[in-house]
């Protein structure tokens, strides 16, 4: 269990954003699994990482935009559920994500996180196509003071879920970063998704 802020987050946080079901489902032709990212997305070394924009006064995001791949979505925020893990939101709104209010906004120095369905029972939700996002690529976040928060990814991995770092996902930070979440790893009709794309980004800019 990781904490962010002052409440910690269980290591089951993020395997409920997705069903798969409509790949199995009947339909006029073959269901196309999300994509999932290359090893070349992967986390670069700490000398890589670019400077980060000075951090942003706390101020609740509104929407989260990812040009790259067709995003523009509003946030609506996410509490813990009784067993600790993150809540997600209504699968039935295929474009909607969350952001876990109870720790650190967008911009501001620490690790905030946003989580959405890769899919729900009728196809492609929200972060259908997040494995598919390259590093170097943008994310905005407009922010209740009309501010946007302007993110660079630095990386998009994979992990399975036995294996969903905790720490390297959800730890404290020195900076303002962004973690973009939602399932992937490949589905099965038995156990669903089995891991989750995890976005790895850094405030760059505001306007």
Known sequence: MRKIGDTAIAAVTVVALGSGVWLL????????APPQPSAA????????????APALPPSPPTRIRIPAIHVNAPLMGLALTPSGSLD???????????WYE????????????????????EGPAVFYDLGALKRGAAIEVDLRNRTVAVFTVDAVEVYQARDFPDEKVYGAAKRPELRVITCGGGYSRTTGYQGNVVVFAHLTGSR
Do not use: Y
């Open 25 to 32: 489902g009947p339909g006029s032709g073959p269901h196309t």
């Open 41 to 52: 997305e992967g986390r670069p070394d700490p000398g890589e990482e670019r400077l980060a």
């Open 88 to 98: 997600v939101p209504p699968a039935g709104d295929k474009n909607l994500a969350g």
């Open 102 to 121: 109870a720790g650190t906004t967008p911009g501001e120095t620490g690790t905030a996180i946003v989580a959405g369905h890769v899919d729900n029972t």
